[in-house]
């Protein structure tokens, strides 16, 4: 049975090989040193059998970045079943889940950090959607925009989210069954997501990014723009943990539509532009310097 190791950076290891006992310089060998690592420097640790993981974690110390690389291996292996070992104050608990997205959730309520523990990396600016200048595609977007949703301007909708907005779009939705807003449809033209995740989408809860502190984020601010009732129009300035274990600043000028067919889920359209002239760490030391 393989051994993987995903360390505080988010890079994956082998856990039976010797470079990990040279890294750390321990004395500890096999499962003393991955269950050190987990116990004690934030490590996640796989044992791999064939579509059979068990996974190793401490919630109360794990490394968002190892948690993150987790996350995304995860996603892209056929997983059969899956056992949780949790280390706890008590010692290990055990669970056993049968579907991988099961567990996945899991996860997410185990290792609870909130957007909040991240707050000065996800920041947003609310702008008047008024002043959106007539050249902007998000401008294209507001003004055949209807409330209602009419299924007869869908293709103008999707014309311009496709092409003018290159691909950068997200319909979701919510009924009174499912509160949580659900993809429905994802455009290719995140980069802070990779293929597999973005081809896994629709289905998936808005907070169930790979990066879980930007997804619950991300889920409070569309909730901010769903009270608004109108079009929401912010700048953002994030900066989101990547697959490969490095760190990713987006920013950009989003646009939130929502509107409800008659009997229908309540529907939200995002749509968004990267613009790097955004700078909303700047204007925050400019805000501070100021009181």
């Excluded at 004395?27 to 690592?37: A, K, P, Q, R, V």
């Excluded at 293929?195 to 409070?220: H, V």
């Amino acid at each position: 049975m393989q051994s993987i190791v995903f360390d505080d950076s988010g890079e994956v290891l082998d856990g039976q090989s010797y470079r990990l006992v040279e890294m750390l310089q321990a004395s500890l060998y096999g499962e003393d040193l991955l269950n050190y690592c987990v116990r004690n420097l934030g490590f996640v640790v796989v044992n791999d059998g064939k579509g059979s993981l068990r996974i190793r974690m401490r919630p109360k110390v794990v490394s968002p970045m190892a948690f993150s690389g987790l996350l995304y291996w995860l996603l892209e292996r056929p997983v059969d079943r899956v056992l949780l070992s949790i280390m706890e104050q008590g010692g290990w608990s055990h669970e056993m889940f049968g579907q991988k997205q099961d567990a996945v959730n899991r996860l997410l309520q185990y290792c609870g950090p909130t957007y909040e523990d991240r707050a000065g990396e996800f920041l947003r600016k609310r702008r008047d959607p008024a002043h959106l200048p007539s050249s902007s595609p998000l401008r294209g977007l507001l003004n055949i925009w209807s409330e209602t949703f009419h299924l007869d301007q869908r293709e103008q909708l999707w014309s311009i989210t496709r092409e003018a907005l290159k691909g950068r779009y997200a319909l979701l939705e919510s009924t009174e069954r499912s509160p949580n807003l659900v993809f429905q449809e994802i455009g290719p033209g995140f980069l802070s997501f990779n293929d597999t995740w973005l081809s896994q989408a629709p289905g998936l809860r808005l907070e169930d990014q790979i990066d879980f502190a930007y997804g619950k984020w991300l889920a409070s601010t569309y909730k901010d723009a769903m009270s608004v009732g109108g079009p929401c129009l912010e700048d953002v300035d994030a900066i989101i943990n990547r697959p490969d274990g490095g760190r990713r600043r987006v920013r950009y000028r989003r646009l939130i539509l929502t509107g409800q067919k008659k009997k229908g889920p309540l529907s939200v359209l995002s749509a968004s532009i990267i613009d790097d002239s955004i700078d909303l760490r700047v204007e925050r030391l400019k805000e501070v310097a100021q009181v």
